[in-house]
Every structure is written in structure tokens, then in C-alpha cells.
């Protein structure tokens, strides 16, 4: 679904595309807690959270492709694969801290938090950074 939604949408509205991906992770992960009272909205919020996860993840390599300098996205794409990595295995460290600080109910928020924080980054800081390095059209 992510895939598919990219492929319509990115092209048109590129920024907001990305900015709707991270939110849309973060929005996913906040209400996981509470779709856990019904399994139907459980597996809703699942798989719109995947769908956003995918878009995120083929909108960045599309910006990492078309920002890398010329010669350079093979190295550029293994960076991004090994930053991607660490934050999984970042994420994996974090959520064992806050289950076994908090408990498992409170690891959507605490990731939900981190996401909008990361979106936050994304927004305001890595957009006007692709603007600014953008070329201006004649």
C-alpha cells in the first residue's frame, strides 16, 4: 500500500509526502495502545502503520538516490542501509529500556515520541535542506 500511494503521490507533492510518512508512523504508533481493545482496530492501525513505514522508507531512498552527488548512490544507499540498521537496533535498545522501566503498554508512546521529534527534524530541517540544494529553474 505505502509502495503504491508513493508511486501516485510522491512526484506531485514530494515534502509533504515526506512529512506525511513520519507523522503518519508516529500517529500510528500513539494510538496503538488504545486500538488494543478491539482486534479490528488493532490490525487497522497495524497495517495503516506499515503502510506509512513503507512510504517512509522508499520516499527516503528516493531522496538519498536524487541528493547523492553523481558516481556516488551505491556508497550513498549502503550509508543510508547502515544508518537504517542502527536504528533498528536502537529502537530495539529503547524499547527494552522503557519494558523494562515502564512496562510494554507505554513502548508506542515512547517510540511515537521519538518519531515526532525525527519528524520535527524532517520538517523543518532536512526539507529546507533539499530545497536550498535544489536547482532554481530558469
Given at each position: ?56 522508507n ?24 547502515g ?32 518519531v ?23
Amino acid at each position: 500500500i505505502g509502495s503504491a500511494v508513493f508511486s501516485r503521490v510522491y512526484d506531485k507533492a514530494r515534502f509533504m509526502f515526506l512529512r506525511a510518512a513520519v507523522f503518519g508512523v508516529a500517529a500510528m504508533m500513539a494510538v496503538l495502545l488504545s486500538s488494543g481493545l478491539n482486534a479490528a482496530a488493532t490490525i487497522a492501525v497495524c497495517c495503516v502503520w506499515g503502510a506509512c513505514y513503507t512510504a517512509y522508507n522508499v520516499a527516503f531512498q528516493a531522496e538519498v538516490i536524487s541528493n547523492a552527488p553523481e558516481g556516488t548512490t551505491m556508497v550513498a544507499m549502503s550509508a543510508y542501509s547502515g544508518i537504517f540498521n542502527i536504528g533498528i537496533g536502537a529502537g530495539t535498545w529503547v524499547g527494552g529500556m522503557v519494558v523494562a522501566g515502564g512496562g510494554i503498554a507505554d513502548v508506542g508512546l515512547v517510540g511515537a515520541a521519538i518519531v515526532v521529534a525525527a519528524g520535527l527534524v524532517c520538517a523543518f530541517q532536512l526539507v529546507r535542506a533539499i530545497k536550498r540544494e535544489e536547482p532554481k529553474p530558469l
